[in-house]
């Protein structure tokens, strides 16, 4: 049983790049969250999706970045034009639909480090 | 809007009993979850509370109190393992609404 995958493990982007982080929730998953994470803080909710739908995406900033969970293929964390503050680690999250949201399956995450 | 308070740091000795306070303020509340996250890795669910109480997993417990906005993960025995960071989430009323997570308690187990 494979868990949630993230790739790439780590990113290295100079600033004015885009970065594209994938998430392959849980065999049977169908809801997919991603998380922001500075060190030594807590874990800052972005946006919440299902298969083809955006459910809540209010802690995602309006600029540059966006989400989607195409049918097909893994859910992609799009940040465009990065600086220097986007630098963080960004987790990704699954779990099953008819579930409360107590419990998520995180993934191992995606580093992303802007020079 | 909701916010969560831990406390930052939390320092205790092997084979010890360490109680991780966690008091919340939200606007819709369905219940109270705790995860586990070592340095470098993936958060880990340990435990959640919708009903006033203590649910009890192995070592680790978890209580909450609806109405004083609390709840605390309790670790008996603590192995050196466990040093990690642990964080309280809430869940909202409505499944509309992803967890949201407290700043973390970092658990440094000693000799």
């Known amino acids: 049983n494979a868990g949630v995958m993230q790739n790439p493990r780590h990113l290295v982007r100079r600033r004015g790049q885009e970065a594209r982080l994938r998430c392959s929730p849980m065999k049977g998953h169908s809801h997919v969250y991603w998380y922001r994470q500075l060190p030594e803080e807590g874990l800052k909710f972005m946006v919440y999706?299902?298969?083809?739908?955006?459910?809540?995406e209010s802690g995602m900033p309006k600029e540059r970045f966006s989400a989607e969970f195409p049918k097909e293929g893994p859910s992609i964390l799009r940040i465009q034009q990065v600086v220097r503050g986007d630098s963080a680690a960004y987790f990704c999250?699954?779990?099953?639909?008819?579930?409360?949201?107590?419990?998520?399956?995180f993934g191992s995450g995606t580093q992303l480090s802007v020079l | 809007g909701q916010s969560l308070e831990q406390p930052s740091e939390v320092t205790a000795v092997e084979g010890a009993i360490v109680q991780i306070n966690c008091t919340y303020q939200t606007s819709g509340f369905y219940g109270l979850s705790w995860y586990q996250q070592h340095d470098g890795g993936a958060p880990t669910f340990l435990s959640y509370?919708?009903?006033?109480g203590l649910e009890e997993t192995g070592r680790f417990s978890s209580f909450l109190s609806r109405s004083d906005s609390y709840g605390y993960l309790l670790l008996q025995e603590l192995q050196m393992k466990d040093s990690a960071s642990y964080f309280c989430a809430v869940s909202p009323d409505t499944g509309r609404r992803a967890l949201t997570f407290g700043s973390g308690t970092r658990l440094q187990v000693q000799p």
């Open positions: 509370n919708a009903l006033d």
């Open positions: 999706l299902q298969k083809e739908n955006i459910i809540d």
């Open positions: 999250a699954s779990n099953s639909p008819g579930r409360s949201n107590e419990k998520l399956f």
